[in-house]
């Protein structure tokens, strides 16, 4: 398998073969980290932030909102990158095991689906405001925010582009 064919299948479009794999990882006792955003531009902040949250267990999930989703939480002129591109850009991270699109706004239905051992958002969420975090709590999982690095931000990159 070439390296590209490596990035692809950690892209999950079909629900079975995440199915098999969350077995494979929970038969194996291996914690499963869930995490999730638009990722539109890739940054050292994203870096910075997915590196820690996939130290705290042995598999990191990352849910991508689709283009659809994209565009009704950040407006029309976003994303700035389809979603092929996005998944595959992060897929490309070593550190990120499965790549899942999801076409709500939240990502609440993909976290019931996952059960993940561990929820993670950045630092700029209280706890009891993640999406999803009262799934994870009763099943005994913990919800973790991870301080995200200052000055970097999609939004930011983009408002300096404009001005250039």
Same mark, same amino acid.
Request: hydrophobic share 50%.
């Given at each position: 398998m070439n390296y590209l064919e490596i990035i692809q299948s950690k892209i999950h479009y079909d629900k079975l073969v995440l199915t098999q794999l *969350?077995? /494979?990882?929970?038969?194996?006792?291996?914690?499963?980290?869930? !995490?999730? #955003?638009?990722?539109?531009? *890739?940054? /050292?902040?994203?870096?910075?932030?997915?590196?820690?949250?996939? !130290?705290? #267990?042995?598999?990191?999930? *990352?849910?991508?909102?689709t283009d659809a989703s994209v565009k009704k939480l950040k407006g029309p002129l976003r994303p700035l990158q389809d979603e092929?591109?996005?998944?595959?850009?992060?897929?490309?991270?070593?550190?990120?095991?499965?790549?899942?699109?999801?076409?709500?706004?939240?990502p609440y239905e993909l976290i019931k689906f996952i059960q993940p051992d561990i929820l993670v958002k950045g630092g700029d969420y209280k706890p009891e405001d993640i999406v999803g975090a009262d799934i994870v709590k009763n099943n005994g999982g913990e919800i973790i925010t991870i301080e995200l690095s200052e000055g970097y931000s999609t939004s930011g990159i983009v408002e300096k582009a404009r001005k250039i």
């Open positions: *969350l077995a /494979k990882w929970r038969f194996q006792d291996q914690k499963i980290v869930f !995490s999730n #955003g638009c990722f539109d531009i *890739l940054h /050292k902040g994203h870096v910075e932030y997915l590196t820690k949250a996939a !130290s705290l #267990g042995d598999h990191l999930v *990352l849910g991508l909102n092929t591109s996005r998944a595959q850009i992060m897929a490309s991270l070593q550190f990120i095991a499965a790549v899942v699109l999801f076409d709500e706004e939240t």
